[in-house]
């Protein structure tokens, strides 16, 4: 068993989600693959079925907006990636990269229905990682509405650190709903604080 | 049959998701109950287990922030509501409430899992909706990113005119993350244009 297969049983091991041999058959299903830093995995205008799920790495996902990219979403380790041209149908609105190196198990509709056929656990795992999502989305929705740029910055140091360490400044601002001079400004004004 | 059954068999019809006899099976497990405008289904600071699916009428969920209701979301006709407080199984943040008379099928994990027991294609129809409602949130987040409140409101009036129309306007201003002073001269300026 190589590295990229380590990860995943530890991840599935660390949660509880499956049996250790329903955890090895679900291995022995994923399709693994390494991708180099800058990847383009998907582009505006491209229709893709592909899903990801991140095992080790950083991708972005970023619209272009007269000329300038906007930056929506990082997707770190162990978290899904179902781009919206899935579920919309359409082509897609906007560009997912690889902003480091990344080791992402790559799926599709069929190869989800095998894996449900042979591990009838899977479908539930599914949905009830699904909701868990949906969850963590409306909170960052709500975050917009009720709290201000502070706030919000404040609300991402509280949960997820090790991001703004990770990610460029500018990718950060955008991902936050403000310019990179607001966000600097924002940061200088809490460290004197 | 009374009519709130009806209301849920059209919808079931109308979107293929069951063959007659499972809707009917359906109809009979979902337990539907009607509200008065006003009744507060959830409060900031309650644990809750209850899940809804709006058959007739409009929810909104708001925060109290310093004194002042933050409307972040109106859940209307045929949209599934599961409040933030059960995925996070903490204590609600926000409250509840009904802006019109509802009727709502009211639901919770054990009526979900008798459900699924018995309809066995009712756990794939709720993977899908949740990961098609998933996509809306992504989007509705996305917009909040690269989108001035003058393009939200505008994509709002494509994709939702009637919400616009149903709701007061300083819960909809807030609702698209701004003041109601703002969304007052917003329209004033489009209406010239």
């Known amino acids: 068993m190589d590295a990229s297969n380590d990860l995943l049983l530890a991840y599935l091991q660390q949660n509880n989600l499956f049996s250790e041999m329903d955890a090895q058959q679900l291995i022995a299903l994923a399709p693994i693959q390494h991708f180099k830093k800058g990847t383009i995995l998907l582009k505006e205008g491209q229709r893709s079925k592909a899903e990801y799920f991140v095992l080790k790495g950083c991708l972005r996902a970023y619209y272009m907006v007269d000329g300038e990219e906007k930056t929506t979403e990082f997707y770190s380790e162990f978290e899904p990636v179902s781009p919206i041209c899935i579920a919309k149908n359409e082509p897609s609105d906007y560009y997912l990269t690889c902003l480091e ?8 509709a069929s190869i989800q229905q095998d894996a449900f056929e ?20 409306q909170i960052a929705l709500n ?5 201000s740029p502070e706030q919000r910055y404040l609300n991402l140091l509280d949960s997820n650190p090790a991001l703004i360490q990770r990610v460029p400044q500018y990718q950060l601002a955008s991902y936050l709903g403000i310019t990179p001079q607001s966000l600097s400004r924002l940061r200088n004004r809490l460290i004197k604080k």
């Open 143 to 147: 975050n917009f509405k009720i709290n």
């Open 101 to 108: 190196d990344a080791i992402l198990i790559v799926s599709d």
């Open 118 to 137: 042979q591990l009838p656990n899977l479908k539930n795992i599914c949905l009830q990682m699904t909701e868990q999502i949906l969850a963590q989305k």
